[in-house]
């Protein structure tokens, strides 16, 4: 069979028409490798509004909702409490059980706005795993994971390792409003279900200061209400170690790839 004859029109034609679609098919794959990603979800997740207590799974403990929580000026260690709305706190006497959102989160954007008294403790665990700690730590010059801001220590038989410190001591006094705006990126996992990247607090700042930036968590830390580790877990609050109060909570779902 004789080869086609190219320089006829028609073969012209016919070969260009092949380059043609072999071109706009290699601009479609480009296309398709550079497209972005879809956008993240618009829609963010208010968990504590200081209206009720919907966002947080029963039982509740002796958390609560108060008009307002003032350090006592008799007893700077506990709250003076006024009832009402717009304030979550850890019962009247300042230690109960944890609190869990409803709410499952993975990779998410959190605004957090806390205060204590003076000397006492909190946490706030991401998917019920990764604590970033609450301290009173006004004035500290030396820093170490436990204070306020820091990611607390993970146990390795049996034994407390790693811990973050946080870059600045950005506490402000106990009985003020401080705030924490966090980025978490989720674990994740192959098709088996067999962990791939650690957890990562991209970015953390606290009172308006970057504490800490890219920081993986290899394992839940110390105090974490799960010893596994999953693509998604509920927010907790840790009501335990002392009085704390919660005002805004506030969670955004992202796509951090």
Do not use: C
């Not at 043609?20 to 963010?44: E, I, M, R, W, Y």
């Not at 504590?48 to 029963?58: A, F, R």
């Not at 993975?106 to 957090?112: E, N, S």
């Not at 990247?197 to 209400?225: D, M, W």
Request: glycine share 12%.
């Amino acid at each position: 069979m004789m080869p086609p004859d190219y320089t006829t029109p028609v073969s012209r034609l016919a070969k260009r028409g092949m380059t043609f679609v072999a071109a706009l098919a290699a601009l479609g794959q480009a296309q398709a490798q550079l497209a972005p990603p879809p956008p993240p979800p618009k829609t963010n997740i208010t968990i504590n509004d200081g209206h009720s207590l919907t966002g947080w799974k029963v039982p509740l403990g002796d958390w609560k909702l108060v008009q307002s929580a003032r350090p006592s000026a008799g007893k700077p260690k506990a709250f003076t409490l006024v009832p009402g709305l717009g304030t979550l706190v850890n019962g009247d006497k300042g230690r109960t059980g944890n609190l869990l959102s409803n709410f499952q989160h993975g990779d998410v954007r959190a605004v957090i706005e806390y205060m204590v008294p003076m000397g006492s403790n909190s946490g706030v665990y991401f998917q019920g795993r990764y604590e970033i700690q609450i301290l009173d730590s006004l004035g500290k010059k030396t820093l170490t994971f436990n204070d306020n801001g820091a990611i607390y220590e993970h146990v390795v038989n049996g034994k407390g390792v790693g811990g973050n410190v946080p870059a600045i001591n950005a506490s402000k006094a106990p009985g003020e409003w401080q705030k924490l705006i966090v980025t978490f990126r989720a674990p994740r996992f192959d098709a088996g279900g067999k962990k791939v990247e650690n957890a990562k607090f991209v970015k953390v700042s606290l009172n308006g200061q970057v504490i800490h930036h890219n920081v993986e968590v290899p394992a839940p830390t110390r105090g974490s209400l799960f010893k596994d580790e999953k693509p998604n877990g509920p927010i907790m609050l840790q009501g335990d170690h002392g009085p704390v109060a919660f005002r805004k909570i506030i969670l955004k779902p992202v796509k951090l790839d």
